[in-house]
Structures are given as structure tokens and as C-alpha cells.
């Protein structure tokens, strides 16, 4: 018989607590290797793929494409062999004997059988058998799961978001592979007395649905929200998967209510009229709701830690960038391949190196718990990326210890791995100072916000011609405006625009920086 093993989604490193199905290897069925990739997901800072550290026949998958994932719960389900050394082949050939209906009763594993791999996922021991509940070998993917039953525990008080009123002591099915949250529980949910039986009750399109049990809904807020405005959760009708109650939902009907639906009244009492109808156009208008998740997600939730914890400040200058363009010319100059060709990026990203060893306070941190500025020996040095996910900051490391050519390859690569969706967690972590060129946008100027927990980021806007003083005469050159964004913490306006002006001087006068590439 073959034995099956449950795979959870592990532990992808740096606080990650959940991940979206972006595309799956294998189906159902599939014969896999250990340590073969069996699951493509979007974590809130890259593409990941996952193996398997179990080898053997694929009977479930749990979750679609696109569905959000917590760490911890189940993936996938592979039958492996019930005795070591087995073959995929045997394992294929035996769980397509096994009959459906019967599921394989739990054994212990023998301490010699060891299918897992070596190879240890963060904080997913490989080789520990799965003490979860097996499941069916040989049937089709399990969609929906039917929870434990739970055992009757005495009441311990309200919940936190008031009881459930159709609460009953079966919880109603979980959908598998996403977040269990019936009541605020996981998967189970503590017994609870069966209320008194109540008369039936009538929506404005008919007889409401009977219920047997708890009402799903998406989250404990959508409880108190119908709570707060009295609205019974079993006449709403749910719009989400498998019939979940979400939150438009409720608001939906606390609207159609206000609008002047006819209430039912008891036999023999004349009907109860609610206020005259509010026009629709009254009512705040509904837009697209789209998830603050993934890359975006993890993006507003560091964007917003650094606005409320840094107190950042601003300064700009402009600068005549003619002789930094003529200079990365003639570095050119017989270098027609565009691997060889030191970029105006990478000539920059010097220039703040530089600016950074001269005014070392611009390349630190700010420990709050310990009310300390750390001062950083080695320059990290971010850039933002535009990507199809949306903005990224990958990281150049020892960016102070390269040149101008080795900056540009390093650019090079970590550019085209962002468009392809391929930078690794490591490629996005352990900046100290971000270039930002916000100048292939069209713009002059920004104010950015830091990129916690760095102190400081360096702005660029477009080079374009404009009039310029040189000389006492006016001519046309090429203009760039300079910014830098600090958090003034770390130091004080003269130390920021003592920086800020010796990048401008670089850039107008670039022949002396030159000679150190």
C-alpha cells in the first residue's frame, strides 16, 4: 500500500507568511521525483519555485491558480511507497490499484523508509512524516475538505466579534489551501448549544435559505458588521466561493434596506413600511476592489512604516550634466557592444559611492529599540526597477568595491531578472542607500519616500537642454535636477546638502571621479 504524505507550503524566509498560486508544474496524477518543482508562487517579494521533498504520486492539489496561500497548509499530497526503496513506477502502480472509497489506514513509518530529501526548506523539516490526516489515494483533488469534528468544550464567554446566531455544533466545510477563518478558527471550531428553532424567515426575493450551521463569512469583521447594523447573516446571500459571505455582500444589504423594502409583517397585522426610497445615486459609489497583496501589499505596508517612523526631509539642486554625458562618450568610444558600454546609471551610482565615503552619517540605519545610528562600512546600493508586479529595489552588493563596467553589467542583470520575475529574496534584501532615476519618466523632481530602514535616497530627474549661464554667456546644455531625501535623524541639513552638493560637482565636473574607474 502507499502511503500519503501532505506537503505544506514552507517558510520562505524574511517575516513571509503567505504566497500566491501563480502556476502549477504537476497534476494530478503526475509521477514526481524528490525535490522536483511542483508549484510556482509570488511571494511579496519575488517568483519562488517550491519542490517537493517527497517523491511518489501526486493525489491532491490544494489551491487553483491564483489563490493566496498561508504558510503552513497543505500544498500538495503525494502517495509514496509503503516500504523504502520502492520505485515511482511500483507507487504509480499501487495507487492506482487502491480502491476510492477506502481510504489507507495511518501506520507508523518505519525508521528505515526515508523519503524525503536531504535538503532542508526553511523552517520545513524534510524528512519528519506528516502527522496530518491522509488523504484519499487515488481519487481526484480534494476541493473542499470537511473539518475535524470538534470536541464539546464548555463556554468561555463572548466572542470577540459577538456570537452566531445560526451557530450549530457542526462547523460547516473549509475550503482546503486557503485561509480557514469560520468564526475566527482554523479549520475547527469549539462546540457551541443549538439554539431554540425559529420561525422562517422572508428576504425582499423570497424565503431565506435554512442553514444547519455556522454562516461563513471572510472574516470576523463581516460579522460585527452585520451586527452593527442588524443585519441577520442567513438572509444575506453569499457571493464568494462556495457561497462565503463577504463584506460588499452585507453592505449590499444594509443598502437594498435603506432603500425602502417592504418588511414582512405577522399574519393579521398590517405591513410595516420603511422610509421613502434613497435614489441610487445618493449612495457612495462602488469601484473595482483590488487586493493589497503580494508585491504591492508588501510594498504599502514598508512604504507606510517608513512614512510614520521617519521623519524624513528633502533638498534639490540642479546641475550641468554636459561634461558627465561627454565623458561616458568618449569611455565608450569603440565599444560597440552593448554589454561593453558603461551605462549613465552605472556613472552615477560612482558618484554616490564616492559621495557616501566623504559623508559616511548618509549610509546608516536607525535602531529604535536601542535609540542608536548605525553607521555601515559597506555601500549596498538600491535602484528602483519598474516591473510588470510593480516597483522593486534591487540591491548591487559592495556597489563602494566596482567599477563603472563591473556596476553596468551588475545593473544589466539585475534589471532584466526584475522584468523576467526572477529576482531571488536575496537580490531584494540588505540595501543601505537607493539611486532612484525617476528621470526615464518624464519628470523633473520627486519626494520620494526612504526605503526602510535606509536613511537616505538619491533622486535623478530627466537631463534635458535648458538655457545655463557659462561663463558669463548664456548657452543651451544639458540640465538635470538632483535630489536627496534624508532622514533627519541620522543628520542635519549641512551634512545633506554638503552631499548633495559634491554629487552636483561630480556631475558638472566629472574628470577627477573619472580617473578612479
Known amino acids: 500500500m502507499a502511503e500519503v504524505r501532505e506537503f505544506n507550503l514552507p517558510d520562505l524566509g524574511e517575516g513571509l507568511t503567505e504566497a500566491t498560486i501563480v502556476r502549477w508544474m504537476v497534476a494530478v496524477g503526475d509521477v514526481v521525483a524528490v525535490d522536483q518543482t511542483v508549484v510556482e508562487v509570488e511571494t511579496a517579494k519575488a517568483l519562488v519555485d517550491v519542490p517537493c521533498p517527497h517523491g511518489g504520486v501526486v493525489t491532491a492539489r490544494y489551491g487553483e491558480e491564483g489563490d493566496e496561500v498561508p504558510v503552513g497548509t497543505p500544498l500538495v499530497a503525494v502517495a509514496v511507497a509503503g516500504h523504502a526503496g520502492a520505485s515511482p513506477a511500483a507507487t504509480a502502480a499501487s495507487v492506482a490499484s487502491a480502491s476510492a472509497p477506502a481510504a489507507p489506514a495511518p501506520a507508523a513509518v518505519p525508521a528505515a523508509e526515508q523519503e524525503g530529501s536531504g535538503n532542508v526548506l526553511v523552517g520545513y523539516g524534510t524528512r519528519a512524516p506528516s502527522t496530518r490526516r491522509r488523504g484519499r489515494v487515488g481519487g481526484p483533488a480534494p476541493l473542499t475538505t470537511p473539518a475535524a469534528a470538534p470536541e464539546p468544550a464548555p463556554a468561555t464567554g463572548p466572542e470577540p466579534y459577538g456570537p452566531d446566531p445560526a451557530a ?15 468564526n475566527g478558527a482554523a479549520g475547527t471550531a469549539p462546540a457551541r448549544p443549538t439554539p431554540a428553532p425559529t420561525p422562517p424567515t422572508t428576504t425582499a426575493s423570497g424565503p431565506a ?15 460585527r458588521l452585520a451586527r452593527e447594523h442588524g443585519v441577520d447573516l442567513r438572509d444575506v446571500p453569499g457571493t464568494g466561493p462556495d457561497g462565503l459571505v463577504l463584506r460588499a455582500d452585507v453592505e449590499r444589504a444594509v443598502r437594498e434596506r435603506s432603500y425602502g423594502t417592504t418588511a414582512p409583517a405577522p399574519r393579521g397585522t398590517a405591513p410595516v413600511h420603511s422610509p421613502a426610497p434613497v435614489p441610487r445615486a445618493a449612495a457612495a459609489p462602488e469601484g473595482i476592489r483590488l487586493p493589497l497583496r503580494g508585491l504591492r501589499g508588501f510594498a504599502a505596508e514598508k512604504l507606510s512604516r517608513s512614512r510614520r517612523e521617519i521623519p524624513d526631509a528633502t533638498c534639490w ?8 554625458l561627454a565623458a561616458r562618450q568618449a569611455a565608450n568610444e569603440g565599444h560597440t557592444a552593448p554589454g561593453a558600454r558603461i551605462s549613465l546609471l552605472a556613472l552615477l551610482a560612482r558618484v554616490c559611492t564616492a559621495a557616501l565615503a566623504r559623508h559616511p552619517e ?4 536607525v535602531d529604535t529599540e536601542a535609540r542608536e545610528i548605525v553607521r555601515l562600512d559597506a555601500v549596498h546600493l538600491g535602484f528602483a526597477a519598474q516591473t510588470e508586479r510593480g516597483l522593486v529595489v534591487p ?10 563596467e563591473q556596476l553596468t553589467a551588475e545593473f544589466a542583470r539585475l534589471t532584466e531578472s526584475a522584468r523576467a520575475g526572477t529576482l531571488s529574496p536575496a537580490d531584494l534584501q540588505g540595501g543601505t542607500f537607493t539611486l532612484n532615476n525617476y528621470g526615464v519618466f518624464g519628470v523633473d523632481g520627486s519626494t520620494p519616500i526612504i526605503n526602510h530602514p535606509e536613511a537616505a535616497m538619491l533622486g535623478v530627474g530627466r537631463i534635458i537642454e535648458k538655457p545655463w549661464v557659462v561663463g558669463g554667456e548664456l548657452a543651451v546644455r544639458h540640465v538635470v535636477q538632483l535630489s536627496l531625501t534624508f532622514d533627519h535623524r541620522v543628520c542635519d541639513g549641512g551634512t545633506a546638502g554638503g552631499f548633495l552638493r559634491y554629487v552636483a560637482d561630480c556631475v558638472e565636473h566629472p574628470a577627477v571621479l573619472l580617473r578612479t574607474l
Open 395 to 404: 540591491v548591487v552588493r559592495d556597489a563602494h568595491a566596482r567599477n563603472a
Open 209 to 223: 435559505p435554512a442553514t444547519t450551521g455556522p454562516v461563513p463569512v471572510i472574516s470576523p469583521l463581516v460579522r
Open 362 to 365: 548618509l549610509n546608516a540605519t
Open 168 to 182: 450549530a455544533t457542526a462547523p460547516a466545510p473549509v475550503r482546503s489551501g486557503a485561509p480557514r477563518h469560520l
Open 317 to 324: 539642486v540642479d546641475a550641468d550634466a554636459t561634461e558627465l
